[in-house]
């Protein structure tokens, strides 16, 4: 412990602050303003479609009813409707996976879906993992799912089990 207090002694650096003059002040207003603008403009060139907007592209690719859509991901109608009607709704991760085999998407397009919504799948998840397999397999029926991460003893993706 010595040594320990010693080595943190001997690099700790002693810090001192002076107050500036009310004359040296700078005025950050002008920078500030500049920031703003250009984080508005990374914002407007970076900014990618919401979980909204990818899910009810891929509803509509697919030729779905959204009536089918929250059946098969096993979602009730209130849920469904809030994530239709509110962009900014952020939806869990386990109902976007839902909702992703409920679309039948490939392994490519959750990841899509995910990402919308800020998820992502990890290799280094069990959970993730039986969601890829499922994925890369065309095992898109809940049931199955389920069965796949009961296995595991992991919950299941939706109270429908």
Do not use: W
Request: aromatic residues 12%; charged residues 30%; proline residues 2%.
């Amino acid at each position: 412990m010595i040594e320990l207090e010693r080595y943190i002694n001997d690099h700790l650096e002693e810090r001192t602050f002076s107050m500036m003059e009310p004359q040296e002040q700078i005025n950050y207003s002008i920078q500030e303003d500049s920031i703003h603008g250009e984080l508005e403009d990374f914002i407007k060139k970076n900014r990618k479609p919401t979980l909204n907007q990818v899910l009810f592209r891929y509803v509509d690719e697919k030729g779905l009813k959204d009536s089918e859509v929250y059946k098969r991901a096993g979602i009730d109608r209130r849920h469904f409707s809030k994530i239709r009607s509110n962009p900014d709704y952020q939806a869990g991760k386990n109902t976007v996976i839902a909702l992703a085999f409920s679309l039948e998407l490939s392994y490519e397009e959750t990841g899509e879906l995910l990402d919308s919504a800020g998820y992502s799948l990890s290799d280094s998840d069990t959970y993730d993992l039986v969601i890829q397999f499922c994925l890369e397999k065309n095992i898109y029926d809940l049931h199955d799912v389920n069965q796949a991460l009961d296995y595991f003893s992991l919950k299941p993706l939706t109270g429908l089990y």
